[in-house]
């Protein structure tokens, strides 16, 4: 007896619901009987009572302010805001999409915030203590860098990867192991996003001329033009992240 071949069909792996997403929800249900003005309960007392840790709810918190549910008022806590109601008992089928990129943005307003105070000192050390080494090494990556962006076969992924690296190597630079560590904690989320910023018109060209930039600035052991190249860098980055619908 003669069979049909099986189709192949074109699929995907389906997206697991991050857990900031399950606690988001379950807190704008719980919210949407809550009057404007009403003050939440603390993180300590949702990390409880939810059974997550408190970067998660933390994260959920910052998702919910973004959406315009809550305002969160730093020394204070979080409120509800005069629309915060309203948003929560509406449309539930475009509300998941809805707090996705509300969690979204608010990931990278901190994720901004961080960079910022962490990335910037980075670079002036770097501009300080690097050594001839740390420098080849640097220069290594911008090569390759450049190398991935003029390739036919582009492979977005590879170039975010090497993007990522200069970072690191900045970080190596600085020579502080502590400092190191936490830019290695950035690079995760970086390279998540990356692929979405290569994707905006001449975004990798726009990246590798910035780090040629803050580069040249740690190889002349110029300590304020690295640090201030790097925040500059990292603004103009936030907007970026508007761009794609993350910021």
């Known amino acids: 007896m003669s069979t049909q071949p099986e189709e192949r069909l074109s699929l995907q792996p389906a997206p697991r619901r991050k857990l900031s997403e399950t606690v988001a929800q379950q807190l704008i249900e719980a919210f949407a009987d809550l009057p404007p003005g009403a003050k939440v309960p603390s993180e300590r007392e949702l990390t409880r009572d939810l059974g997550v840790g408190r970067s998660t709810v933390r994260e959920a918190l910052n998702g919910l302010a973004a959406l315009g549910v809550l305002e969160i008022r730093h020394g204070q806590g979080a409120f509800i805001t005069d629309q915060g109601p309203t948003i929560a008992r509406g449309d539930e089928s475009t509300r998941p999409s809805s707090l996705t990129a509300a969690l979204e943005r608010g990931v990278t307003r901190e994720f901004i915030e961080a960079r910022l105070l962490v ?92 780090h040629r930039g803050i580069y040249e600035a740690v190889r002349d052991q110029d300590s304020k033009r690295a640090s201030d190249l790097m925040r500059e860098h990292i603004l103009q980055l936030a907007d970026r992240y508007r761009e794609i619908g993350a910021g």
């Open 119 to 210: 990335e910037v000192t980075v670079a002036g050390l770097a501009a300080e203590r690097r050594t001839e080494d740390d420098l080849r090494q640097i220069e290594a990556a911008l090569k390759v860098q450049q190398q991935r962006l003029e390739a036919a076969d582009e492979d977005v992924e590879a170039v975010v990867g090497v993007a990522s690296s200069f970072n690191l190597l900045i970080a190596e630079a600085a020579h502080n192991e502590v400092l190191g560590a936490m830019i290695e904690s950035f690079v995760d989320l970086m390279k998540e996003r990356g692929p979405r910023l290569y994707a905006l018109p001449d975004f990798g060209e726009w990246d590798l001329k910035e």
